[in-house]
């Protein structure tokens, strides 16, 4: 599986764990996950993700646990994590983060850990 899109047809929305890690996925495209609102943590780690599109993550409004680590992100484009209010932990380690653009990190006001 290389990219994400039309797989969350599939998954229960009643679940709050989905752990999608080393799945080959590289890229995050908009509003993937928008039918999953009641989904608490999310593992994106150890795939081959390279870019997170802008409201890549809307709708996840329950989400508290992002994990992005071990992944080829060299850059976080603005409202990449657009929606995520309730988000508490977000993990970006193992990346090659060179660019953040402004306002990419707006809208985790419930941020604790990065």
């Known amino acids: 599986m290389t990219e994400f899109m039309e797989h ?4 229960v929305n009643y679940r709050n764990l989905l752990d999608l890690s080393d799945n080959s996925i590289t ?3 908009e ?3 928008n039918r999953l609102s009641n ?3 999310l593992d994106l780690s150890d ?3 390279t870019s997170i599109q802008e409201n890549a993550f ?3 409004t329950s989400l508290t646990r992002l994990y992005l680590s071990g992944n080829n992100i060299s850059s976080i484009q603005e409202n990449a994590f657009n ?3 309730s988000l508490t932990r977000l993990g970006l380690s193992g990346n090659s983060i060179t660019t953040i653009q402004e306002n990419a990190f707006n809208s985790l006001s419930s ?3 990065l």
């Open 8 to 11: 969350t047809d599939n998954i």
């Open 27 to 29: 890229c995050i495209h």
């Open 31 to 33: 509003v993937e996950f």
């Open 39 to 41: 989904l608490s943590r």
């Open 47 to 49: 795939n081959s993700i």
């Open 58 to 60: 809307n709708g996840l």
């Open 83 to 85: 929606g995520l209010t």
């Open 111 to 113: 941020l604790q850990y």
